[in-house]
């Protein structure tokens, strides 16, 4: 009785000695006192043990004579030989398998207040015999046995008898499936089948070693959020909201969106915004509202160098908004930064730029811009005239920046040559009305004669939009020229300026 060892996983099938009571009482008693009860069953009989001993002898003597025959060299058509092992062997053979059959008849097995016991005939096919598949059969006709695991009946029958309580232990579990006679024996892992099976259809849930069963209450609401693009000149950021259990969607800023909040009308957001709160609502009530979801912008640096007058400055820009601090050094911005108030003149020397922005807590990366070595370029004579011409000309393509350029003529006293002006309006089945006006490079206009041209062409094409091109601007005075290029800020080439 010691070395039966029964393991809380699966069954344990104790062939034992006849017993004329059927089963021996000293294995009735250990199946009342065991804890694994469900773990135990029993083959036996009420036959004499005296004839399956005296079959097993002999067949255990016709396999040892027919070993020594081999090992003494005996030939396969020696006639003892096959006599011994075509007709003595195969004889044996049938009559240990039949006095096996009539030995061991009875099944017993464990039911909800008792051991019960079927009739079990073993069947030998081709002096082949598969136990367990028998057992399992035998166990099957009176429904100790199923292998029915994977529909909705085997989920209700361990939630019925297993999981009796809202929330268990896994352990405790299977610890009952080990226990409980009343419990069907199964193929092995079918518990853990069926759990993973409720696991991820949310019939049950897992909080650590506990395993809760629904129903749930049902969720509550919340909202996903997806960027599909930002950009980091401006910060603007194109945003795609999908509510979770809701049909209305409700953003803030500056404080935690509530049902009070503006209501957006569609799924695409666009902001600018440090922070967006977006909470989510149900209005039929079935789902409870959930939390608002906070949305966090990015804060991106950008940064670039242009000339005013003679001197080479760099502006710095945040997006959002946002406060920078800057070296020159390469020292670190976050520790020895100062404040950026405005665009500054770089210091003699200064090879780089390191800076940082930061709003609200949330911070930039580090910004660098490196400095090329100043070249050594002739100075702009403020008191002569000065031809502007970069590489690709000047280029103004839409209404708005084509009247800045003839303003800002007019404000500085340029003339520009190599014009082409043009009015385009779109005309019907998908054809442009167009009006336009070319001048040789001999040819400069101010902005007054520019601005007058194109309220010309205007007049033919109503609503059109402007554009103008030129290869070159002319100042009376190099301090003019200066003066214009420091009010757009731009980054201009030395060798682009003439004289």
């Not at 950026?340 to 990366?365: N, T």
Request: proline fraction near 5%; charge should be negative; glycine fraction near 8%.
């Amino acid at each position: 009785m010691d070395e039966i060892n029964v393991n809380p996983e699966q069954v344990t099938l104790v062939v034992a000695e006849p017993h004329p009571a059927g089963l021996h009482p000293a294995l009735t008693e250990l199946y009342e006192q065991h804890t694994y009860r469900n773990r135990l069953c029993f083959l036996t009989g009420q036959r004499a043990f005296d004839s399956l001993l005296e079959r097993a002898r002999e067949l255990k003597a016709i396999n040892q004579i027919i070993e020594e025959m081999h090992q003494e060299g005996v030939s396969d058509s020696d006639p003892q030989m096959q006599q011994a092992r075509d007709q003595l062997l195969p004889r044996f053979l049938t009559q240990f398998h039949s006095a096996v059959r009539e030995t061991f008849t009875t099944l017993h097995y464990p039911t909800r207040d008792r051991l019960a016991k079927v009739d079990f005939l073993m069947e030998f096919k081709d002096n082949r015999y598969n136990g367990e598949e028998q057992v399992m059969a035998a166990l099957a006709d009176k429904q100790k046995y199923t292998e029915d695991i994977a529909g909705e009946t085997f989920r209700r029958k361990v939630e019925a008898r297993l999981f009796t309580q809202q929330s268990m232990l896994w352990t405790e579990i299977k610890r009952r499936a080990a226990t409980a006679p009343v419990w069907q024996w199964h193929p092995p892992n079918a518990l853990e089948r069926i759990k993973a099976d409720c696991l991820h259809k949310d019939l049950w849930r897992e909080e650590g070693n506990y395993v809760n069963k629904g129903p749930f209450p049902k969720p509550a609401t919340s909202v996903r959020i997806q960027e599909l693009s930002r950009d980091d000149g401006t910060g603007l950021a194109k945003l795609r909201l999908s509510p979770v259990h809701a049909d209305r969607l409700h953003w803030e800023v500056g404080a935690p969106a509530t049902p009070a909040s503006g209501q957006l009308d569609g799924r695409n957001f666009e902001t600018g915004e440090l922070r967006v709160s977006f909470l989510a609502v149900d209005s039929t009530g079935v789902h409870e509202t959930g939390e608002p979801v906070a949305w966090l912008n990015r804060i991106t640096l950008q940064s670039r160098e242009y000339m005013e007058g003679e001197r080479r400055m760099v502006e710095l820009r945040a997006a959002p908004t946002a406060a920078i601090r800057y070296t020159t050094d390469g020292s670190d911005p976050k520790v020895a930064g100062g404040a950026y108030e405005g665009p500054f003149a770089v210091p003699e020397g200064a090879r780089l730029i390191l800076a940082l922005a930061e709003r609200d807590g949330v911070a930039s990366d580090q910004h660098r811009r490196e400095l090329a070595e100043e070249p050594v370029a002739k100075p702009i004579d403020k008191a002569s005239p000065a031809v502007w011409s970069p590489s690709g000309g000047f280029e103004f393509t839409t209404t708005r920046t084509a009247y800045g350029f003839i303003a800002r003529l007019k404000k500085h006293g340029g003339t520009a040559s190599g014009l082409r002006l043009n009015v385009q309006a779109a005309g019907g089945a998908g054809l442009a009305t167009w009006g336009e006006l070319n001048f040789s490079d001999d040819i400069a206009l101010d902005g007054e004669l520019i601005e007058q041209a194109v309220e010309k062409l205007r007049e033919f094409v109503a609503d059109g939009e402007v554009s103008i091109e030129a290869r070159r601007v002319l100042y009376e005075t190099g301090q003019r020229f200066l003066d214009h290029v420091a009010e757009i800020k731009a980054d201009y080439r030395r060798e682009d300026v003439t004289p």
